[in-house]
């Protein structure tokens, strides 16, 4: 049974950082394109990022392009993602997804992502 468990999560004024992690388990990671989405309060969950099952592609929404980074480690079966520049916008929920089927071709499109981590809270002060 696939196990999806994020940390990093927290409150950090405008401008600062965080850190999140997704430890994955189950099955073998590697083989699985990952991704992050994020629900803010009264909305729909958004689509953040993603990354192959390689590591070789990534995928951004644009709202974070060039402030976030995906990435994973394979050996550690985890994946990361680094927010820079912070803003109160970028308050809400992050969810942890992991593909279905292995050996995804593209990163997107989202309907992909068939499990999902129970989420942590991220919450920037203006």
């Known amino acids: 049974q696939v196990q999806l468990v994020e940390s990093g999560g927290g409150l950090v004024q405008a401008g600062g950082s965080l850190r999140l992690s997704c430890a994955a388990s189950g099955r073998t990671f590697s083989n699985y394109n990952m991704g992050w989405f994020r629900q803010a309060p009264g909305k729909e969950r958004e689509f953040v990022a993603a990354i192959s099952w390689s590591g070789i592609s990534t995928y951004y929404a644009d709202s974070v392009k060039g402030r976030f980074t995906i990435s994973r480690d394979n050996a550690k079966n985890t994946v990361l993602l680094q927010m820079n520049s912070l803003k109160p916008e970028d308050t809400g929920v992050y969810y942890c997804?992991?593909?279905?089927?292995?050996?995804?071709?593209?990163?997107?499109?989202?309907?992909?992502?068939?499990?999902w981590g129970q989420g942590t809270q991220v919450t920037v002060s203006s």
């Open positions: 997804a992991a593909a279905g089927s292995p050996f995804g071709v593209q990163v997107v499109p989202t309907r992909q992502y068939a499990y």
